[in-house]
């Protein structure tokens, strides 16, 4: 049996949320661990609460089209992403690693919003594309933000291993 368009974009707008509930898991674990990066732990909190903002935006446009999220989704992403965060943990340079798997996985998001806003035009919502498109910004923002702040967070972590200092976090 074919899906219709509404389906689809009702399938993508689920697993966004459900990709949201893994970044709000993913940054509350890593932010917790991070002792000697202030500026990138702040903007990981903001980014936190972008993405608690980005969820309930999905809620909304989920509402309009008669249904909501989906549990089992959103509990096995938010595992994953409890999981992801701990899998970096015991490495010398676990600071690196989240920075570089974080920069992908803004990405991945933006990727799934973008897709979102042509499901949107295709299924005919006329509302959704002001919300996708405010969280899609919010997105590039914080991908903007790793990328332009890779180069320090690297000198940062090269000065503290080499003073013997916990660097990793």
Known sequence: MASSIADIYTTGLRNAHALEVQAIQLLERQVERLENYPQ?????????EESRNQSARLEEILRGHGTSESTFKDMMTGF???VAALAHAPMQDEVLKNSFANFAFE????????????????????????????????EIRMAQWIEQNLPETIRTYMRLETQGKTSGR
Request: hydrophobic content about 45%; proline content about 2%; aromatic content about 4%.
């Open 40 to 48: 990138m732990a702040e903007r990981m909190r903001q980014h936190i």
């Open 107 to 138: 990405h991945y998001e933006i990727a799934s919003y973008n897709a979102l806003l042509v499901m949107a035009e295709a299924a005919g919502d006329q509302a959704g594309p002001k919300l996708l498109k405010q969280s899609l910004d919010e």
């Open 80 to 82: 994953m992403g409890n």
